[in-house]
């Protein structure tokens, strides 16, 4: 089946599907509400008394998630987002319904309690279809069913990054077909085939059958990338373009006026002002909860860290660079023998590293050492989310070779972070890892922090580069 077409069977299963879930949602609140006796009954309600309620849920349930972009083909999903979208439409899609089942159809004795479990009830099951379906659709991928041919333009770093990426996510349902050069000079790169050149692009995606074409060649003209997408116009063909890490920083354009001239914002500040005073009354709402809950537990890790390795401290005061490039001393259960840097200066942690005591592996995979960093955010030092903060000797070496390192200096460091929960800790691209500071710091919102905190607690348990 072509993916297309498996495109628009998927979708209309998920309509299904939701149409379903509603359905099970507002019957099985009935069932609670008036006939399971786990609830007094006053005046009971037949079951017809919804109908125009459950009718009007039908219809508009999929189109607010269809305007929610709930339908679209993703081939990487941000769950947190994805929940929240759920959450948002189907509340608007019960308001609607409630209106128009009283407007409509004159219905205006329904049962609030009815209504309100069968608003929570479909949000949950929608929830958990969309789980189902996505687990069903990344299971199909694996094995390769309605996989997409992927066509990479470059065969340099960032052509060796698109395609580690895609193999790494088979779920995705991407088959990398090769790659297109700047000359005719390479025929194999990174263990696939070159194709051909820039000029021949058109006749490559017609004859291997491309689906989807990744830009990733740096470098590239206007009028290049103009005379690509002329030649693929034929085709039909998804393009995308992976940007220069330090070419984009924010997640788009925005386009205002000065007094009727248009003027286009490429970089932001958010975080000034009243924003300021939401991010520091989460910190400490979030770290004063964080240090009671975990308390017990961080007690019990201070006794084995001294159990297991007496000679040295419990606690690793370290310090690190924050707000305006100011160090502050870092807090963190020592997961290293004690000297672990003598001989060698101050060095990034590494697989296997010799130099980690028996518990600080089992720590440091989990990031379990970082909690008392909950103290840092309570005092001001740090933030719940922000740029993780790193070491003088290594922010000197960073601000000198990397474009606006500095910049990320802007706001507070973080105990978590935007490139944190994308797979960017630990001894990774700093580089890239400063491209996802920046912007987050030109792109904060408190929103965009909770997901973060949300992401994180899943991230800790997958994280491969936690050592």
Known sequence: MKPRVSVIYWTLALIGADILAVVLATLIAYYFRFESNLVPVEEFHPLQNYYGYLATLIVVEPIVLAGNGLYRARRSIS????????????????????????????????????????????????????????????SVRRRGVGTERLLIVGTGEPASMVLDRVRHSPGMGYRAVGFVGETADVSIAHGLPVLGTLDAIGAIVASHQIDDVVVAMHGLSEQQLFELVTQCSNEKVNIKVFPNLFQFMTSGVNIGDLNGLPLISVKDVALRGWNLTLKRGMDLVGSTAALVILSPIMLAIAFLIKLTSPDGPVFLIQERVGLDGRPFPIIKFRTMQPDAEKDTGAVWATPDDPRRTRIGSFLRKYSIDESPQFINVLIGDMSLVGPRPERPVFVETFRRTIPRYFDRHREKAGLTGWAQVNGLRGNTSIEERTAYDLWYVENWSLWLDIKICLKTLWVIFKDRNAY
């Open 79 to 138: 769950w947190i987002d994805h929940v929240y979208g759920i959450f948002t439409s189907t509340s608007v899609a019960t308001a609607i319904a409630i209106i128009n089942s009283a407007v409509l159809w004159r219905d205006v004795s329904s049962s609030r309690l009815m209504i309100g479990l069968a608003w929570l009830l479909s949000v949950t099951l929608v929830t958990i279809g969309r789980f189902l379906a996505h687990g069903f659709q990344t």
